[in-house]
T-cell receptor, first 111, second 115 residues
Framework: DAKTTQPNSMESNEEEPVHLPCNHS???????IHWYRQLPSQGPEYVIH???SNVNNRMASLAIAEDRKSSTLILHRATLRDAAVYYC????????????FGKGTSLLVTP | GAGVSQSPRYKVAKRGQDVALRCDPI?????LFWYQQALGQGPEFLTY????????KSGLPSDRFFAERPEGSVSTLKIQRTQQEDSAVYLC?????????????FGEGSRLTVL
């Protein structure tokens, strides 16, 4: 399976933008880049996903490098409710049916 | 609600007991996944169903773990002769289709504690 590398933790101030990086140098051409987050004591929650082009939705933006070997999840204005573990995951025909989570990035948001 | 529902939310079992964990996916969702999440770790894949067919069970840690989805909707994860290392949160997720370009919807999980 293609693997992803994320920092263990990051910290941000409330109402500031947050850029969460992810490296996936072994990504294949059919792999989608998915981001999920998990708030304490809850199941993971879908954030965003993309293939090649940058993506925007109501929760976040996803910036994908031109060579697709890295991506960045952008939270435009962090709130205290955004404190969670963020997982960057590759999903494609070669990775089977499942999303394979790593340890993710634990985001701390301070007021 | 219309989300993925799991029961029980909490289960305490004595070592050696059998347990059954239930997952009600979102109506009409073809794909169903089970994950195991140990404390402080990310979710680990256990098994995948497409309708009633179990297409991938490569993540089941031992033959004590068994999952079924007989009518392609509700699924049950059964753990026989529970051990302390089985203590974890068991997460169920469903997805409308079976492709890689799809969102998974997770339940809140069933927390199993084996004494």
């Amino acid at each position: 399976d293609a693997k992803t590398t994320q920092p263990n933790s990051m910290e941000s101030n409330e109402e500031e933008p947050v850029h969460l990086p992810c490296n996936h140098s072994t990504i294949s051409g059919t792999d989608y880049i998915h981001w999920y987050r998990q708030l304490p004591s809850q199941g993971p929650e879908y954030v965003i996903h993309g293939l090649t082009s940058n993506v925007n939705n109501r929760m976040a933006s996803l910036a994908i490098a031109e060579d697709r070997k890295s991506s960045t999840l952008i939270l435009h204005r962090a709130t205290l409710r955004d404190a969670a573990v963020y997982y960057c995951i590759l999903r494609g025909s070669n990775s089977g049916y499942a999303l394979n989570f790593g340890k993710g990035t634990s985001l701390l948001v301070t007021p | 609600g219309a989300g993925v529902s799991q029961s029980p939310r909490y289960k305490v079992a004595k070592r050696g007991q059998d347990v059954a964990l239930r997952c009600d996916p979102i109506s009409g969702h073809v794909s169903l996944f089970w994950y195991q999440q140990a404390l402080g770790q990310g979710p680990e894949f256990l098994t995948y169903f497409q309708n009633e067919a179990q297409l991938d069970k490569s993540g089941l840690p031992s033959d004590r773990f068994f999952a079924e989805r007989p009518e392609g909707s509700v699924s049950t994860l059964k753990i026989q002769r529970t051990q302390q290392e089985d203590s974890a949160v068991y997460l169920c997720a469903s997805s409308l289709g079976q492709g890689a370009n799809g969102e998974l919807f997770f339940g809140e999980g069933s927390r199993l504690t084996v004494l």
